[in-house]
């Protein structure tokens, strides 16, 4: 155990060789968030509404935040088995999962995967389908004024994940980070060829959330998602853009505690 902060603890925990930092909170039925390209190891506002009703784990992935770079890691299939084994590690029957963007990719993933794990599952502005037609940007060849515009509804919610003066140390995970999300998602670029025609395994209750303005990967993507997953709905949240979470915390965190709130069966 590294230390603690305001509603949740820090630890460093090794599970198949590969060493992360995990934050965890709160009390309730376990739900597991899986964060997108940015926000490892931060323990945002609105994962502190959503441990009021839940027990959060929030690890940081494999090549994240305060996470070691395991050599093995290639691709986004490479860290759902990852994950496989971290909830095997938690030793816990079932747990709701969140992912965003990058995250809702490898919980989609991980849903293909182990089905009979997830209670209920959401993704959130999701990478891992691509649609014809549906144009996403070259995230890599953005300016960080540029992925402000595309990423966030304001500008001003930016600082939570992307600050104005990072440190040297800050700046040192973001490169970090940088380099591991290309050897994920850079080619093919931010989707699994694969993944459309396995997601008809995934057989739990699951909500797609979309911002309204989400510039990075249009509401046409959400829209996919919701046909390639059986049973599947969507929700768009107006007044956000690619984060709803921090774009709008409480209208997230209610419509994603609606939707966890019941229990799918054993």
């Given at each position: 155990?590294?230390?603690?902060?305001?509603?949740?603890?820090?630890?460093?925990?090794?599970?198949?060789?590969?060493?992360i930092?995990?934050?965890?909170?709160?009390?309730?039925?376990?739900?597991?968030?899986?964060?997108?390209?940015?926000?490892?190891?931060?323990?945002?506002?609105?994962?502190?509404?959503?441990?009021?009703?839940?027990?959060?784990?929030?690890?940081?992935?494999?090549?994240?935040?305060?996470?070691?770079?395991?050599?093995?890691?290639?691709?986004?299939?490479?860290?759902?088995?990852?994950?496989?084994?971290?909830?095997?590690?938690?030793?816990?029957?079932?747990?709701?999962?969140?992912?965003?963007?990058?995250?809702?990719?490898?919980?989609?993933?991980?849903?293909?995967?182990?089905?009979?794990?997830?209670?209920?599952?959401?993704?959130?502005?999701?990478?891992?389908?691509?649609?014809?037609?549906?144009?996403?940007?070259?995230?890599?060849?953005?300016?960080?004024?540029?992925?402000?515009?595309?990423?966030?509804?304001?500008?001003?919610?930016?600082?939570?994940?992307?600050?104005?003066?990072?440190?040297?140390?800050?700046m040192?995970?973001?490169?970090?980070?940088?380099?591991?999300?290309?050897?994920?998602?850079?080619?093919?670029?931010?989707?699994?060829?694969?993944?459309?025609?396995?997601?008809?395994?995934?057989?739990?209750?699951?909500?797609?959330?979309?911002?309204?303005?989400?510039?990075?990967?249009?509401?046409?993507?959400?829209?996919?998602?919701?046909?390639?997953?059986p049973?599947?709905?969507?929700?768009?949240?107006?007044?956000c853009?690619?984060?709803?979470?921090?774009?709008?915390?409480?209208?997230f965190?209610?419509?994603?505690?609606?939707?966890?709130?019941?229990r799918?069966a054993?």
């Amino acid at each position: 155990m590294r230390g603690s902060g305001p509603g949740h603890t820090e630890e460093f925990v090794e599970i198949s060789g590969a060493k992360i930092q995990l934050l965890k909170g709160g009390k309730g039925r376990p739900l597991l968030f899986l964060h997108g390209a940015a926000g490892a190891g931060v323990w945002l506002p609105f994962l502190q509404k959503l441990a009021r009703r839940f027990s959060v784990y929030a690890p940081a992935h494999p090549g994240f935040g305060l996470s070691e770079d395991p050599p093995w890691l290639d691709s986004v299939e490479d860290m759902a088995h990852y994950y496989q084994e971290f909830l095997d590690w938690l030793g816990l029957k079932k747990v709701n999962v969140v992912g965003l963007s990058l995250g809702g990719w490898i919980a989609a993933e991980l849903a293909t995967l182990c089905s009979h794990r997830i209670d209920r599952l959401v993704l959130v502005d999701a990478a891992g389908l691509t649609v014809d037609g549906a144009k996403v940007p070259d995230l890599f060849a953005m300016t960080p004024e540029e992925v402000v515009q595309h990423v966030f509804a304001r500008p001003e919610t930016a600082a939570a994940l992307y600050p104005a003066d990072p440190t040297p140390e800050q700046m040192e995970v973001m490169l970090r980070q940088r380099a591991t999300l290309a050897r994920l998602a850079w080619n093919p670029y931010f989707h699994n060829p694969k993944l459309a025609r396995r997601l008809g395994r995934v057989r739990v209750p699951t909500l797609i959330v979309w911002g309204a303005s989400d510039k990075l990967f249009p509401l046409e993507i959400g829209r996919a998602w919701e046909r390639a997953i059986p049973g599947a709905r969507l929700t768009v949240l107006e007044n956000c853009a690619h984060v709803p979470p921090l774009d709008d915390p409480n209208g997230f965190v209610r419509t994603v505690t609606e939707f966890l709130k019941r229990r799918s069966a054993d």
